[in-house]
């Protein structure tokens, strides 16, 4: 079955090590997304790559980067991570078509803890 | 600015009927989704409304209205596996890009 597949789905970190959480999608899709949601909090989208070009939220902090190495895969990578971005990062694929709505499809998620 | 406001809980009695409200202030508007997420997973698409009046797809239904900034998520024949939140999210015009609302945790009792 077509999916966006997220690894691993818990992550544990410490403070300031680095960390990578990666998406992959067999959907062939050609926009990209990552979002952070918090407990009980809307999903907040972090950036999101239209086939290459990698479009950053203005608020999204530095130590936040992202990699799309091909179509089906994308990386967030979290230089330094802190306390406050323990959450779920959620991976969402979307197939952008003019004059077409193109819900986006979410992977599971990837619920990190930062200790 | 951007502003989606739902209401934070509702509850309801399985087999009942709920409507789950949504108005948005968005500076640019193409097309309003529900999502369900249940806690802990990720959000799965439930509808798509562009246009003005209801979108009806089993036992949910949803309606926009554009003038008013406002749309509904209605469910009914409640089931307990209902119990889920409920994400209201606009599309920006011209880009692919979702304001998501904080989401409206929805109870079904038996």
């Known amino acids: 079955d077509a999916m966006v597949i997220q690894n691993p789905r818990y992550q544990v970190t410490q403070f300031g090590k680095p960390v990578t959480l990666s998406c992959s999608q067999t959907l062939n899709h050609n926009v990209m997304y990552w979002y952070q949601q918090k407990s009980s909090q809307a999903p907040k989208l972090l950036f999101h790559?239209?086939?290459?070009?990698?479009?950053n939220e203005a608020d999204t902090p530095d130590n936040f980067q992202s990699r799309r190495p091909n179509t089906s895969f994308c990386f967030l990578d979290i230089r330094s991570p802190g306390l406050g971005d323990a959450a779920m990062y959620l991976c969402?694929?979307?197939?952008?078509?003019?004059?077409?709505?193109?819900?986006?499809?979410f992977g599971p998620g990837t619920r990190l803890t930062v200790l | 600015g951007q502003n989606i406001d739902q209401p934070t809980e509702m509850t309801a009695t399985e087999g009942a009927i709920v409507q789950i409200n949504c108005t948005y202030q968005?500076?640019?508007?193409?097309?309003l989704f529900w999502y369900q997420q249940h806690a802990g997973e990720a959000p799965t698409f439930l509808s798509y409304?562009?246009?003005?009046g209801l979108e009806e797809k089993g036992r949910f239904s949803s309606f926009l209205s554009r003038s008013k900034g406002y749309s509904y998520l209605l469910l009914k024949e409640l089931q307990m596996k209902d119990s889920a939140s409920y994400l209201c999210a606009v599309r920006e015009y011209n880009t692919d890009k979702l304001i998501f609302g904080t989401g409206t945790r929805l109870q079904v009792f038996p």
């Open positions: 409304n562009v246009l003005d």
């Open positions: 968005t500076s640019g508007f193409n097309g």
């Open positions: 790559y239209y086939d290459k070009d990698f479009n």
């Open positions: 969402a694929t979307s197939r952008a078509a003019e004059r077409a709505y193109n819900e986006q499809f």
